[in-house]
């Protein structure tokens, strides 16, 4: 079965300041991993996903098959990034998603 | 574009009674997906259209949740009779193809009394 488990309900940190986001899955298969983020009174949009490789506004997230794990991280923290963050697990075949619990962030000037 | 428009936006219902949401998805959008929010929790997947078929309705409860989807674009939602525990966000999203990204609506709050 699969699971996304995010152990951070809320992270709050210093704008400037690193912050990391964590999230472990489990799954049989090769895993597809995204990350989510909802901004106050906005939609929930994709922020990056594991097989872009990309940097999104800063954030990088790296797959680690050995540790089950798709931590989302970004060195420098801005007020901008205050929001909601859902890491989650999508099936090969159609992009069934499951999400985790979701982590709030939140940057302090 | 327009995004994934839902309506309405809140309702308010006793136990019991039931409710219907309706989504429309980004035109051209054949995957349409229906989520349930609690809060506190991440969305959950309760069924996933491929343009007026279902490909995945295993974490919907049949015995009062119903979902159609007849022509293959806009659909619909339904809970009867509902239960307090059906409080929740109702997400729609779609995409264009099945593992492609999802762009999801402002959500349905439903608060059952």
């Known amino acids: 079965a699969q699971r996304v488990t995010q152990p951070e309900k809320l992270l709050s940190v210093f704008k400037g300041a690193p912050v990391e986001l964590k999230c472990n899955y489990s799954y049989s298969g090769s895993p597809e991993l995204f990350w989510y983020v909802q901004y106050s009174r906005q939609r929930l949009q994709l922020l990056l996903r594991?097989?872009s490789r990309e940097s999104i506004k800063g954030f990088t997230a790296d797959l680690n098959k050995g540790e089950t794990s798709f931590h989302l991280k970004k060195p420098f923290a801005q007020e901008e990034d205050s929001a909601m963050y859902y890491c989650?697990?999508?099936?090969?075949?159609?992009?069934?998603?499951?999400f985790g619990g979701g982590t709030r962030v939140l940057v302090k000037p | 574009e327009a995004g994934v428009a839902q309506s309405p936006r809140y309702k308010i219902i006793e136990k019991r009674q039931s409710v219907a949401f309706w989504c429309n998805p980004i035109s051209g959008h054949a995957t349409l997906y229906w989520y349930q929010q609690i809060l506190g929790q991440g969305p959950k997947l309760l069924i996933q259209f491929q343009n007026n078929g279902v490909v995945d309705d295993s974490q919907l409860p049949k015995d009062r949740f119903s979902a159609e989807r007849l022509k293959g674009v806009d659909s619909t939602l339904k809970i009867q009779p509902a239960k307090l525990e059906d409080s929740a966000v109702y997400l729609c999203a779609s995409s264009f193809a099945g593992a492609d990204e999802q762009f999801f609506g402002p959500g349905t709050r439903l608060t059952v009394l």
């Open positions: 989650a697990l999508g099936s090969p075949s159609g992009n069934k998603l499951t």
């Open positions: 594991h097989i």
